[in-house]
């Protein structure tokens, strides 16, 4: 069975840090390449960050570029996402997604991935 759990959110302030979580199970991870996405709410699911199977293609949203890093451990079949330099803008439900490498859908569209978690909220507030 196929499980992405994410974790690590919460409320921060503005400029703080935080550094979400997704383990995944049932599946390949190493095969797989993975995404952030988040949803803040009224609004659509958007991309923030996708990293490739060999971890040697990384992609941000603009939004994102330069405050926070995708990074993955295929050894405990987990990817991260370090969240500097937040802003009330980021706020949102954070979720991992999932698609096979094999696949030449671009990373930074929600449709290319086959499975998704259930998603972790971040709140960026004083």
């Known amino acids: 069975q196929v499980q992405l759990v994410e974790s690590g959110g919460?409320?921060?302030?503005?400029?703080?840090?935080?550094?979400?979580?997704?383990?995944?199970?049932?599946?390949?991870?190493?095969?797989?390449?993975?995404?952030?996405?988040?949803?803040?709410?009224?609004?659509?699911?958007?991309f923030v960050a996708g990293i490739g199977w060999t971890a040697g293609n990384l992609y941000y949203a603009d939004s994102v570029k330069g405050r926070f890093t995708i990074s993955r451990d295929n050894a405990k079949n987990t990817v991260y996402l370090q969240m500097n330099s937040l802003k009330p803008e980021d706020t949102a439900v954070y979720s991992c997604a999932a698609k096979g490498h094999w696949t030449n859908q671009d990373m930074r569209t929600s449709r290319a991935y086959d499975h998704w978690g259930q998603g972790t909220q971040v709140t960026v507030s004083s």
């Open 10 to 46: 919460g409320l921060v302030q503005p400029g703080g840090s935080l550094r979400l979580s997704c383990a995944a199970s049932g599946f390949t991870f190493s095969m797989y390449d993975m995404g952030w996405f988040r949803q803040a709410s009224g609004k659509e699911r958007e």
